[in-house]
């Protein structure tokens, strides 16, 4: 269990409201006298159902149907996730999202030639956050200049080449597209993977299952990101399955895919920091034929960090807010373009 104000359960009343996640093997959530009990084997522990602002439960953990009811009533959102985060499941308030033109709008759109330039939008951005990332850790490693001024260079063809695109076939633009993305990525890695201490030092980006700790980790990060950013397009009455530039998936919300390409680096520098600065060590990491994963204390480290940077607040596009909100900003700042769009010429072939 985690808040986002890395306190414990005896803070909550003098507290905002946090993120409620249950991780631990035999942990459950039900309800007594209108409050959250949050149930293991040794304890029991009550918490006010105003101080918390989204419920997240593992596989190992279990939640009652009065727990359910009193989350919805409560407009809560509630997610079930793999060991990285990934949500596999969601429950949510079926007034979410119940504007239908957004979603009609959002369909449209993702086969205009609007849908094409957006994408390009979301690339390019995602390719400088990784430059900027890149230039920051760069700052305080040593002999590191003529490598990352090559790398930077290379960054910079990259972005030119999509600038400089101007096919509105979206096929061809997708394939572009993704060339590109996939060369920065790799290319942002073994940059990353430099600014490491040597025993985490990586061959190469690995998902699921993750072979190392720090891929492990920001796979963790990225999860909560995706959980994060999936709930908001929800809120917000966009349709998570329908995608622009990640091609549609049987039961994958290929929407959050695309959205999330503009805050990786929102995970990628508190986990970055994490190992840089020692905080995480071997010992919080077991090995097995299924790869590696994080141990429950590192977990409470990472989220309590990750969660502690995500509500840091910084001026983002002129505007001062915490991190999370400046998702949250985003997603609605969309929602309203798709309720209001008028669609424009549509793409010669489908993505």
Not at 149 to 174: G, P, V
Not at 227 to 250: A, V
């Given at each position: ?168 076939d979206a096929l061809d633009l997708a394939n572009q597209l993704r060339g590109w993305e996939a060369n920065a990525s790799k290319l942002f890695f073994r940059c990353i993977c430099s600014f490491l201490p040597k025993e985490f030092h990586f061959t190469k980006r690995s998902r699921r299952p993750a072979l190392d700790p720090f891929n492990a980790t920001l796979n963790y990060c990225y999860g909560i990101l995706y959980n994060k950013i999936e709930s908001m397009l929800i809120r917000s009455g966009l349709d998570p399955h329908i995608g622009i530039f990640h091609k549609d998936q049987y039961n994958r919300p290929v929407l959050v895919f695309d959205i999330i390409e503009l805050f990786r680096q929102w995970a990628e520098y508190p ?81």
């Amino acid at each position: 269990m985690c808040n986002n104000n890395a306190l414990n359960v005896s803070n909550l009343y003098t507290m905002k409201k946090f993120e409620l996640i249950l991780d631990n093997y035999g942990t459950g959530l039900s309800v007594k006298d209108g409050q959250f009990v949050i149930r293991t084997k040794e304890s029991r522990q009550s918490l006010p159902v105003t101080k918390v602002r989204s419920i997240c439960l593992s596989k190992s953990t279990s939640i009652t149907g009065m727990a359910i009811k009193l989350a919805l009533e409560n407009e809560i959102d509630i997610s079930f996730v793999e060991r990285d985060n990934m949500p596999y499941a969601r429950v949510w308030n079926s007034q979410f999202g119940s504007i239908a033109t957004i979603r009609r709008n959002q369909l449209v759109f993702s086969g205009s030639v609007d849908g094409n330039e957006w994408i390009k939008i979301v690339i390019e951005q995602k390719i400088k956050n990784q430059m900027a990332l890149v230039g920051y850790f760069a700052k305080n490693k040593s002999n590191s200049g003529p490598f990352v001024t090559e790398m930077q260079n290379k960054f910079s063809s990259y972005l030119l080449k999509i600038h400089e695109s101007r096919t509105n076939d979206a096929l061809d633009l997708a394939n572009q597209l993704r060339g590109w993305e996939a060369n920065a990525s790799k290319l942002f890695f073994r940059c990353i993977c430099s600014f490491l201490p040597k025993e985490f030092h990586f061959t190469k980006r690995s998902r699921r299952p993750a072979l190392d700790p720090f891929n492990a980790t920001l796979n963790y990060c990225y999860g909560i990101l995706y959980n994060k950013i999936e709930s908001m397009l929800i809120r917000s009455g966009l349709d998570p399955h329908i995608g622009i530039f990640h091609k549609d998936q049987y039961n994958r919300p290929v929407l959050v895919f695309d959205i999330i390409e503009l805050f990786r680096q929102w995970a990628e520098y508190p986990v970055i920091q994490l190992f840089q600065n020692n905080i995480l060590q071997m010992a919080h990491y077991s090995s097995s034929q299924y790869g590696v994963s994080i141990l429950p204390p590192a977990k409470k480290i990472i989220i309590e960090v990750m969660f502690s940077y995500l509500n840091e607040k910084i001026t983002y596009k002129n505007n001062r807010a915490k991190r999370i909100y400046h998702m949250h900003l985003y997603v609605q700042d969309f929602a309203t373009k798709m309720k209001e769009y008028k669609h424009n010429e549509v793409k010669k072939s489908g993505i």
